[in-house]
């Protein structure tokens, strides 16, 4: 099975950006569709993108739609979640997750393996 470790998190200032990334170890994370779900401070975790297994197609949350991209790079392992024009409503733990299908879902309930998290905190 796959383990998966998410780094790139910190505190920016609002309209800036941060590069997430998520490095898979144990198996090939070209077994796998990948998701970014975030999970603000008292709310619930949240869809934010994901990528299909052959990464010809991804999907985002409304809210990231134009300033976050998803994007895979198997030959490293690595997923990445690029995000730009950051808003303090971007605040969250982000968690990187797998599931071993060749498409994406935007359910966490689809996802059994998962990473601890990374804290982005933006301030505005």
């Known amino acids: 099975q796959v383990q998966l470790v998410e780094s790139g998190g910190g505190l920016v200032q609002a309209g800036g950006s941060l590069r997430l990334s998520c490095a898979a170890s144990g198996r090939t994370v070209s077994n796998y569709a990948m998701g970014w779900f975030r999970q603000p401070p008292g709310k619930e975790r949240e869809f934010v993108a994901a990528?299909?297994?052959?990464?010809?197609?991804?999907d985002y949350a409304d809210s990231v739609k134009g300033r976050f991209t998803i994007s895979r790079d198997n030959a490293k392992n690595t997923v990445y979640l690029e995000m730009n024009s950051l808003k303090h409503e971007d605040t969250a733990v982000y968690f990187c997750?797998?599931?071993?299908?060749?498409?994406?879902?935007?359910?966490?309930?689809?996802?059994?393996?998962w990473g601890q998290g990374t804290q982005v905190t933006v301030s505005s």
């Open positions: 990528i299909r297994r052959s990464g010809d197609n991804m």
């Open positions: 997750a797998a599931r071993s299908h060749s498409r994406t879902s935007y359910s966490s309930d689809d996802y059994p393996i």
